[in-house]
């Protein structure tokens, strides 16, 4: 038996020059470990704690296999269809929200985001976290597999 409830306070350093990170849990001891540490983790895989001689130069190759995630709910096509999610012809310098006949969460019409090469690969490293509430769940974890697609896209998406 793990015994009865405590308040614990865990202080993580997750990089060098950082602010402690201090989580109060009225957890037992070692949840709040776990549940601390896996925020840590998430912190660290930002995309913009990736250093740029961390990333190859994008694969064109790689970005088209990456599509397969993305298929099921979206077309490329100027006059595709929208399916699960909009359709992302043209979507690089569009507003975030604003292809007239797809049906957005209140989140994603009010985020006031352009899609810049830099925007997408935020949002698709956490998309609930860069604009919570709207309806995409998902997206790629691994930077090296953001820039890969984000490349193929932009090259599809302007044709």
Known sequence: ???KPTVSTIVLRYQENQPEVSLSLRLMP???LILASSAALAQSVSPLSVSSDEIEPPSLERGAELWAKC???HTLEAQGRNIVGPRLYGVF???AGSVTDYRYSEA???SGVIWTPENMDRYL???QDYIPGNKMYGGLAIAQDRVDLIAWLQQQTSR
Do not use: I
């Open 1 to 3: 038996m793990l015994g």
């Open 30 to 32: 070692v949840l709040g």
């Open 71 to 73: 298929r099921a709910c």
């Open 93 to 95: 310098g569009r507003k």
């Open 108 to 110: 994603m019409k009010k």
């Open 125 to 127: 490293a956490a998309t």
